[in-house]
């Protein structure tokens, strides 16, 4: 399958476009000074390479602190970044690349606006209509504000801002976060359905399709320990469109080479695979299945997500029109403690969070120690000491948007993890502040 550095002409191409834009850049009254005392060739070559990369040509890898170092101390501002960008637009429609291809590069390109821009950024990019977050997240340390009366909500933790910050950081590793995901998930889809014997795989399901999954149940796929990804690879997707092993695992093979041919280090290719196929098995489940998939976002209450549970094998109670309790009476099963999901309809997160009491004597350092040892093993989870009138709380949450809806068998299962995540942090409790109780 061609990438796009082979779909425009390859590297003399990319040399061509360098120099228009750079051109156009050096004549700009606005930015046109940056470029003044540089060496131009040495710039046109680095910024070929980058531009490779960003069409998919296996490259140089490139690290933020790499580009931080080399532009920050330009004090380029957000105005100039997006002059740049403008100009860098105009070259590629200049030179015939797509609109649908532009928003790709470009999505690439805003992803490392932290790394260029050394002042507080515009809340809008102008040249596109991708939001630029805020940066600036609620240190894990941090506890929401508290509830004091555990039946009613628990308090919600994070935002959508908040949300897609953390999945920026799970995509780091692969330089251009999400939009270069993209890419790498379209050029899977291309490369599976080129083979004869693997097609099939994709059966019913259209790229737009995995892409957009990609990007909207991003967080629905819970950032484990490193370690835990060291055991292969499962299908999740439902039993009636399972594939056999051997098919399975060469699609996992397509997508590792695709991946390391993106410049990915060879450790991190474990992980990645398995965020990606988990939501790519979704997909395929959602397009194969008769039955509703996923919940509308408008259709998102407690009733509803106490039915989700409730096919998910666990009991449920009804708290609040906005909070939902739910418990497995099975020992040592898949949800070893019980949990909360909140409902925030105005921000269209769901928050899920698990309590237990801590004895009353507990000191802040023992707490501290626990909450320490807990973020280590589950960093992706917000940790946080809470309390109940006097009982003191050891308490975790993790939200998930629901803006484009819930995906029902996602969402079990990653209340699944939570559950266990959670419980398995007791094992840090070597000072035995915890009663266990759940709340």
Known sequence: MDTLFDKYGGTETMRGLVREFYKHARASPKVG???SKLNMEKLIDHQVQFLSFVLGKPALIYKGRELADAHHPLNISNEDFNEIGRLLVKTLTSAGVT?????????????????????????????????VVNQTLQPLSSAPKTNPNPEKAPPTSSTKTDIIQKQKQFFKPVFGGLPKI???????????????DLR???????????????????????????????????QSSDLSIQVGAVIFNEVIDVLRKILINAGLPEHDTPR?????????EETRTQCNDNQIAVLKSVDVSAEALSKVYQKGKLDTKIKAPDLVYASSSLKGGPYPFPFFTQIDVENQVLTLIAKA???????????????????????????????????????ASYSLPFEFGVPNRMLVRIAQQFSKMFYQTFSYDTEEILLKVAM
């Open 200 to 234: 099939h795989y994709f059966l019913n399901v259209t790229p737009e399709k995995i892409i957009s999954d990609q990007e909207h149940f991003a967080s629905y796929v819970l950032r484990k320990p490193d370690h835990t990804y060291l055991g292969g690879f499962l």
């Open 33 to 35: 000074h940056y470029f």
């Open 182 to 196: 993209q890419m790498i998930v379209r050029d899977l889809y291309s490369q599976v359905n080129s083979e004869a």
């Open 272 to 280: 990645l695979i398995t965020h990606i196929m988990e939501i790519v």
């Open 99 to 131: 609109k649908e291809d532009v928003s790709l590069i470009m999505g690439v390109i805003l992803e490392v606006r932290d790394e260029i821009v050394n002042q507080p950024k515009q809340t809008q990019h102008p040249l596109s209509s991708a939001p």
């Open 357 to 395: 009491e801590v004895r009353e004597s507990v000191t802040s350092e023992e707490m501290d120690y626990l909450l320490n040892e807990a973020k280590q093993h589950a960093p992706i989870l917000n940790f946080y000491a809470d309390a109940d009138d006097t009982t003191p709380l050891y308490a």
